[in-house]
Nanobody, 118 residues
């Protein structure tokens, strides 16, 4: 199973983007779905996560601007990013913890680049 991300691109500061991530196959027992990002020269960091019950967690710097959501029927996770800032520029990675039939694993997408110009 691979995670397929979409929605990245170039946007001006103050603009919005919506990222999507879906597995290429069926995943069972999905617990946590999340988005991470990695800026040049920096470590990968958690942006937002959502658990199966719907509770969410956000990095302080994105609170009030980003919203994570999930479609449980389709196993899709979204990240709505509003009021984007140049410091949000990074490669964004999707992460899903689930079971593709071979045990619970942590799956990662290949990343989608978000560039915010000033």
């Amino acid at each position: 199973v691979q995670l397929v991300e979409s929605g990245g691109g170039l946007v001006q500061a103050g603009g919005s983007l919506r990222l999507s991530c879906a597995p290429s196959g069926k995943l069972f027992s999905i617990s946590v779905m999340g988005w991470y990002r990695q800026a040049p020269g920096k470590q990968r960091e958690l942006v937002a996560s959502i658990v199966s019950g719907g509770s969410t967690n956000y990095q302080d710097s994105v609170k009030g601007r980003f919203t994570i959501s999930r479609d449980n029927a389709k196993d899709v996770v979204y990240l709505q990013m509003n009021s984007l800032k140049p410091e949000d520029t990074a490669v964004y990675y999707c992460n899903i913890n689930g079971n593709a039939g071979i045990g619970v694993m942590n799956y990662w997408g290949t990343g989608t680049l978000v560039t915010v110009s000033s």
